[in-house]
């Protein structure tokens, strides 16, 4: 894995310092997440955020449905002289930030893609790990003398229970403390344990979260003391170790120590073993480095979506962190990287088995976050269709073939006669889609209700992803030995004469409307003229798709990288676009009309890669030097989910994106969907 660390240049400055996050998921769609400088900057950071059925509620209210439990365990130090030194760092409505703890953080890491801070007071040095168990909801933070001594430690702890979106005050009852044998219990839904557990009760109010601030959300709440914990570290190498996890049990969850040096071993093991796979060129660090980056958005043994049927496991995939739960275009978009590249096909099969249940009439569900299944997607069903594809390409999983070609000719034959919100085939073969209010395509942004980029008719990747199912289910009937024909009704359909006319009819119609250079347009037979002539990058899935309707053309690409490129991937529109949006920052209604015109998206450079790659492109090192040094820059050693248009392309949005890993990884790891 690459080195990722800071000295006391970067963790002493506490802008540089709080713009850095780290995450440690625990394979359920909980998390531990927090900044360099130990500021909450989030409503999201704490030490303790879960699922909320992992914490003994309602099932089915989908992986977006978490809740902040232990916000923080706020170390101070008691020197052998009596002075007591703070180490947490808080900001305040006030615009105070009170302790400034940061100012003595002499050193951050993140080893094996966990995060571990030392502090330095004098000639004592303490340091602070944290982990979460395998596949399991709590986490285990470890404080460790490695210098000086003997001290007392106190660990202040602030507890909340609230919904991960929202905030809590004292303006309603505090949380319910009761005591146990080694620490508390809170609410009847979570435990800390620990030891010298000394109980308090108070409010500290008004805590300020600057990046909720920045995006234009509720900045302010309360928090509780519940109390403090505490021991003295006589001599180097002497430890206090905290653990906290949902109370559904009387299990406790594994020693911190015993859980930081698994998780560590887990993760080297990761990287190791993913590395050593790859067929590419790229630094074996990077790939392992995103290996572990890929690791953290795959669920083990718990599914937005269930999993009952034969063969079918409860994986899923988080679409990112902290406020994304799943969403199936995300999964099948990032299925190659997140499961093929990684040597996790087994966990795959059982995950794309399982979204086969939520196909209704011909549509995959796209999320589950609202706690129902809504179906709001032209594409999340033809992304299933290429992930499926890929998969039996990869693994030569015959009975995954036959088990789910007879759903995807049903989906081919759904389509042709039409589904949702217009969604249906024209006489030429192509499919167009659109309805009133409605974003159907990944640029699905909304004011209002209101459709940023609408782009009602035939978009150029939506049908890129039509040529590329149908080729797809017909590959995968031969494989399954069903028949070219699709009976639908009165209707015979022949799917591989409707992929080769659809083909050429792609040809046709985007060659023939698109410019001089070689690039296509985003929409044809649409309403909006003035959409069609926008240089976007959704054309490069024209060319790089496994069954792509179009051989690349290397003057197309030049035009596009030179409008579009950028060191973390492709913007959404060419800066010249009098609607272009140099910068996503500000109120939802500001982020939401800079989302998709002109913000970089860095999973784009995955499609990108591989159509220089068919055009016989050069494609190296430096093409990915950006996205690289982008690992130590914001979501550490992960990938944003955007960031901005012009330079210096700050990093927006989520900062743990599952599509953005999952493609850098398939592609510096050369696992090619072709």
């Known amino acids: 894995m690459i080195p990722i660390r800071f000295g006391p240049q970067v963790c002493t400055d506490l802008g540089a310092a709080s713009a850095r996050e780290w995450l440690v998921a625990d394979g359920c769609g909980g998390f531990a997440m927090g900044t360099v400088s130990g500021l909450r900057t989030r409503r999201y950071h704490g030490l303790l955020v879960v699922t909320s059925d992992a ?25 052998a002289g009596g002075a007591q030194i703070r180490l947490a760092t808080h900001e305040w409505t006030s615009g105070a930030v009170v302790p400034a703890g940061h100012e003595l953080l002499a050193a951050f890491d993140l080893g ?63 949380p319910r403390v009761e005591p146990t044998a080694d620490g508390v219990r809170v609410e009847d839904a979570f435990r800390v344990s620990g030891p010298g557990w000394q109980a308090t009760g108070e409010w500290w109010r008004g805590v300020h979260y600057r990046e909720e601030a920045a995006r234009g959300l509720t900045a302010d709440e309360d928090l509780w003391y519940a109390g ?25 969850i594994p020693r911190p120590v015993a859980m930081v040096a698994a998780a560590r071993a887990r993760r080297r093991a990761i990287a190791d073993a993913v590395a050593a796979r790859s067929s590419g060129a790229s630094d074996p660090d990077v790939v392992g480095s995103l290996a572990v980056a890929a690791d953290a958005f795959v669920v083990r043994g718990r599914s937005a979506y269930g999993g009952s ?23 099948m978009l990032s299925y190659p990287g997140l499961f093929l590249a990684t040597g996790r096909a087994d966990d795959g099969r059982g995950l794309l088995l399982g979204y086969a249940q939520t196909l209704s ?14 179906y709001n997607t032209v594409d999340g069903t033809l992304w299933f269709a290429y992930a499926v594809d890929r998969h039996v390409a990869a693994t030569g999983d015959t ?3 036959r088990d789910l070609a007879p759903e995807l000719r049903d989906v081919i034959a759904a389509h042709v006669a039409g589904v949702r919100y217009g969604i249906r085939t024209t006489d030429d073969g192509l499919l167009t889609q ?10 699905d942004a909304r004011i209002d209700g209101v459709p940023v980029t609408p782009r009602i008719g035939k978009a150029v990747e939506v049908n890129a992803l039509w040529v590329n199912a149908l080729a797809s289910v017909a590959a995968l009937s031969r494989t399954a030995g069903l028949p070219a024909m699709i009976e639908h009704g009165e209707r015979s359909i022949d799917v591989e004469s409707l992929a080769t006319s659809a083909r050429l009819a792609f040809a046709d119609r985007f060659l023939r409307a698109g410019g001089t250079d070689g690039t296509l347009p985003d929409i044809v037979d649409g309403d909006d003229a003035g959409a069609a002539e926008k240089l976007r990058p959704n054309q490069v899935l024209a060319w790089s798709l496994p069954y792509a309707p179009l051989a690349p053309q290397p003057r197309a690409l030049s035009r596009i990288a030179a409008a579009l490129a950028t060191p973390l991937g492709l913007r959404t529109l060419d800066p010249a676009d009098p609607d272009y949006r140099p910068r996503h920052r500000g109120g939802p209604a500001d982020r939401d009309r800079a989302y998709h015109q002109g913000t970089v998206w860095p999973w784009l450079i995955g ?51 599952a599509w953005s890993v999952a493609e850098l990884l398939r592609v510096c790891a050369s696992i090619e969907p072709m």
């Open 309 to 331: 049927a034969s063969g079918a496991s409860r994986t899923d995939v988080v679409a990112g962190y902290p406020w994304f739960g799943a969403w199936s275009r995300d999964t």
């Open 112 to 174: 094996d893609g966990l995060p571990r801070w030392r502090w330095r007071i004098g000639d004592v040095v303490v340091e602070r790990e944290l982990a979460t168990p395998d596949g399991a909801p709590g986490v285990g933070v470890v404080h460790r003398l490695l210098a000086g001594g003997p001290v007392r430690l106190h660990l202040d702890a602030l507890v909340t229970w609230r919904d991960a979106h929202g905030e809590r005050t004292a303006a309603g009852p505090p």
């Open 361 to 374: 009439d011909g549509m995959l569900a796209n999320t589950a976050d609202t706690g129902e299944l809504r």
């Open 55 to 79: 914490a003994g509620g309602p099932p089915g209210a989908g992986l977006a449905a978490r809740r902040l439990a232990l916000a923080s365990l706020d170390p101070v130090v008691t020197l």
């Open 434 to 443: 659109g309805a009133d209010g409605e974003a159907l395509t990944w640029m």
């Open 399 to 401: 009975d995954l073939a």
């Open 228 to 252: 403090r914990f505490g021991a003295t570290l006589d001599a180097p190498g002497d430890v206090v170790e905290v653990a906290a996890w949902p109370d559904v049990s009387d299990s406790p």
């Open 607 to 657: 499609p990108y890669v591989d159509a220089c790659r068919r055009a016989g492109l050069p494609v190296g090192d430096a093409t990915f030097v950006g996205l690289v040094g982008h690992l130590a820059d914001y979501g550490l050693g992960s990938v944003s989910e955007t960031a901005d248009g012009d330079p210096p392309h700050g990093a927006t949005g989520c900062p743990f994106q």
